[in-house]
Antibody, heavy 115, light 112 residues
Framework: EVQLVESGGGLVQPGGSLRLSCEAS????????MTWVRQAPGKGLEWVAN????????YYVDSVKGRFTIARDNAKNSLSLHLNSLRAEDTAVYYC????????WGQGTLVTVSS | DVVMTQSPLSLPVTLGQPASISCKSS???????????LNWFQQRPGQSPRRLIY???NRDSGVPDRFSGSGSGTDFTLKISRVEAEDVGVYYC?????????FGQGTKLEIK
């Protein structure tokens, strides 16, 4: 069974940083694009960033470029998202998803940016 | 970015009756590889999204056959043949053909 388990969310002040992690199991991570998607409270879904199977290509939505960094460690079956220079509008549940078309989702981890 | 427009945004349905959600894209979703990467997701209250349909009309494993997807080019539809109580939630279409992937606003299905 495919499982994706996110962690690392929490309360952070504006301008602060967080590192989100996603532990994958039940499939071979190295054969899949992986994507982070976020959902602000009471709002819809927004694609944030994705990374190619070998990590050679990474893409970001414009609003997070230069502030967020996606990475992966296929040997450890894990995905990460480093969030820097956080803003109030980054407050959301962040989901780790499998594949370029989001075949599987984790339970999400909540990031709250507030002073 | 490709804009995905869903309608209706609110969908009250009587149990056992059919339901239909429309999704229109601002550009054709036919990819250069010939595939159309239009997906449908269900998000039940308090849960993570779950993919129901991929590439327009392919049901994911475990998805009841009362769910079906259709369409082409820029116009797509998700149909539920007979709504059940467990179908309550928000439904999103999403395109993966053009970068970045974009979602529709969501359609909230409720039982009348």
């Amino acid at each position: 069974e495919v499982q994706l388990v996110e962690s690392g969310g929490g309360l952070v002040q504006p301008g602060g940083s967080l590192r989100l992690s996603c532990e994958a199991s039940g499939f071979t991570l190295k054969t899949n694009w992986m994507t982070w998607v976020r959902q602000a409270p009471g709002k819809g879904l927004e694609w944030v960033a994705n990374i190619k199977q070998d990590g050679s290509e990474k893409y970001y939505v414009d609003s997070v470029k230069g502030r967020f960094t996606i990475a992966r460690d296929n040997a450890k079956n894990s995905l990460s998202l480093h969030l820097n220079s956080l803003r109030a509008e980054d407050t959301a549940v962040y989901y780790c998803t499998r594949g370029a078309n989001f075949a599987n989702w984790g339970q999400g981890t909540l990031v709250t940016v507030s002073s | 970015d490709v804009v995905m427009t869903q309608s209706p945004l609110s969908l009250p349905v009587t149990l056992g009756q059919p339901a239909s959600i429309s999704c229109k894209s601002s550009q054709s979703l036919v990819n250069s590889d010939g595939n159309t990467y239009l997906n449908w997701f269900q998000q039940r209250p308090g849960q993570s999204p779950r993919r129901l349909i991929y590439k327009v009309s392919n049901r994911d494993s475990g998805v009841p056959d009362r769910f079906s997807g259709s369409g082409s080019g820029t116009d797509f539809t998700l149909k539920i043949s007979r709504v059940e109580a467990e179908d309550v939630g928000v439904y999103y279409c999403m395109q993966g053909t053009h970068w970045p992937g974009t979602f529709g606003q969501g359609t909230k299905l409720e039982i009348k």
